[in-house]
């Protein structure tokens, strides 16, 4: 099972919208309603932040939306903080009865 | 409180085995569904394996890349998780996380703070 593909990296201002996408196959991303989202500070462990595509866990800013259209979801930050500045993985479910992750979106926050 | 605590990790050299575990508390450990997930040094997360709960048999799946050498096993009466590494390579090296399944077992809902595996000579 290959990596999901992430942009290495994304910027944006405070207050701005950045969006970050998520692309799979047929066999993961786009066969299931099962996408995920963790945020990871450095040296932290990875938070939940968006679980099944658009689901946001209690405690977890409505800034933070998730959607999915074909092969790619996305993840979407409005009002961009400062603390938003971390590294995003998305996590899908597979037809092998798998889990894969992207490889990773580097956040920076101008 | 939900807590996943790892331990076990350590130096080892290429060959070798190692153990890990994953004592949980403050949920219901046997109906959940638990995962291990790696990080090697400066690198993205990779999904190592799973085990299911009893209800689903405490059947496991494994990535590919670890597939016949990793073995997950669970004491529900222990509330505890192990990851068994045999034939480790230079390329095992990572922080291991243990963590929990939300309720459709497809997404990773509690972490540990994982704990460091080095594989050199």
């Keep these: 099972q290959s990596a999901l593909t992430q942009p290495a990296s994304v910027s944006g201002s405070p207050g701005q919208s950045i969006t970050i996408s998520c692309t799979g196959t047929s066999s993961d991303v786009g066969g299931?309603?099962?996408?995920?989202?963790?945020?990871?500070?450095?040296g932290k462990a990875p938070k939940l932040m968006i679980y099944d595509v658009t689901n946001r866990p209690s405690g977890v800013s409505n800034r933070f939306s998730g959607?999915?259209?074909?092969?790619?979801?996305?993840?979407t930050i409005s009002g961009l903080q400062a603390e938003d500045e971390a590294d995003y993985y998305c996590n899908s479910y597979t037809n092998s009865r798998t889990l894969v992750f992207g490889g990773?979106?580097?956040?920076?926050?101008l | 409180e939900v807590q996943l605590v790892e331990s076990g990790g350590g130096l080892v050299q290429p060959g070798g085995s190692l153990r890990l575990?994953?004592?949980a508390s403050g949920f219901s450990f046997s109906d959940h569904y638990?995962?291990?997930?790696r990080q090697a040094p400066?690198?993205?997360?990779?999904?190592?394996?799973?085990?299911?709960?009893?209800?689903?048999?405490?059947?496991?799946e494994y990535a590919a890349s670890v597939k016949g050498r990793f073995t997950i096993s669970r004491d529900d009466s222990k509330n505890s998780l192990y990851l068994q590494m045999n034939s480790l390579k230079t390329e095992d090296t990572a922080v291991y996380y243990c963590a929990r399944d939300g309720p459709t077992g497809t997404y990773f809902d509690y972490w540990g703070q994982g704990t460091l595996v080095t594989v050199s000579s």
């Design chain 1, 32 to 42: 299931y309603t099962r996408v995920s989202w963790y945020q990871q500070h450095p």
């Design chain 1, 67 to 75: 959607s999915k259209s074909g092969n790619t979801a996305s993840l």
């Design chain 1, 104 to 109: 990773g979106t580097k956040l920076t926050v």
């Design chain 2, 21 to 23: 575990s994953c004592a």
């Design chain 2, 34 to 37: 638990m995962d291990w997930v």
């Design chain 2, 42 to 60: 400066g690198k993205g997360l990779e999904w190592v394996g799973r085990s299911r709960n009893k209800a689903n048999s405490y059947t496991t």
